[in-house]
């Protein structure tokens, strides 16, 4: 059973286009984030959710919009897409806040923006 | 505010080897402290974790000591395998707010 899925796993594109990333998580855990990491490998948190709240929201454009159905969901929606915008992302999700927790983190979504 | 900084890559290393990748932390308080470690084509997976001073973390060989006095969380294993390649972040948590390292990309010779 995936602890942690996203859908699709690959995604390309054409600029400005409007497009979304699917996640979902079985673990039961309270707490789910997105993050993008870069062609160098760097990971940069852009937003978390704890039961379906939106707890941390980092300087992202605008652009980008997560939605949280439920607490086994938080997909990512982008809109108007950038060249920049072409990365890696990565769902994620804990138990609950606080530093302690491991966050359990699903296999990427690869977007090219053309 | 709150930054990792570990060595850059790649390292290589051959088979057997000693493994020492380094990491240091700025934070104020006392945030926890992770290894996550990531397979080609994979997404990161927690390899140990330490949440409080001189607390040693441990997984699969793998070990690394949270020292506060020299605010560092240095990843060390004794003897390396080629299965061990792959990419490894350290990572500070605070308030639920993961911080990654750079990353330091490991390639292990058979």
């Known amino acids: 059973d995936t602890a942690v899925s996203q859908t699709p796993k690959y995604l390309v594109t054409q600029m400005g286009n409007d497009k979304s990333i699917k996640c979902e998580q079985n673990?039961?855990?309270?707490?789910m984030y997105w993050y993008k990491q870069d062609s160098k490998k760097f990971l940069k948190i852009m937003f978390s959710y704890n039961n379906k709240e939106l707890i941390i929201n980092e300087t992202v454009p605008n652009r980008f919009s997560p939605k949280s159905p439920d607490k086994a969901h938080l997909n990512l929606h982008i809109n108007s897409l950038e060249l920049g915008d072409s990365a890696v992302y990565f769902c994620?999700?804990?138990?609950?806040?606080?530093?302690?927790?491991?966050?359990?983190f699903g296999p990427g979504t690869r977007l090219t923006v053309t | 505010g709150d930054s990792v900084t570990q060595m850059e890559g790649p390292v290589t290393l051959s088979e057997e080897a000693f493994l020492t990748i380094n990491c240091t932390y700025t934070?104020?308080?006392?945030?926890?402290l992770f290894w996550y470690v990531q397979y080609p084509g994979e997404g990161l997976q927690l390899l140990l974790k330490a949440t409080k001073a001189d607390d040693k973390g441990s997984n699969k060989g793998f070990e690394a000591t949270y020292r506060k006095e020299t605010t560092s969380f240095h990843l060390e294993k004794g003897s390396v395998q080629v299965s061990d390649s792959a990419v490894y972040f350290c990572?500070?948590?605070?308030?639920?707010?993961?911080?990654f390292g750079k990353g330091t990309r490991l390639h292990i010779l058979p």
């Open positions: 990572a500070l948590n605070r308030d639920d707010k993961i911080i």
């Open positions: 673990l039961g855990h309270d707490t």
């Open positions: 934070a104020t308080g006392y945030p926890s």
């Open positions: 994620a999700s804990s138990p609950g806040t606080g530093g302690w927790y491991e966050q359990y």
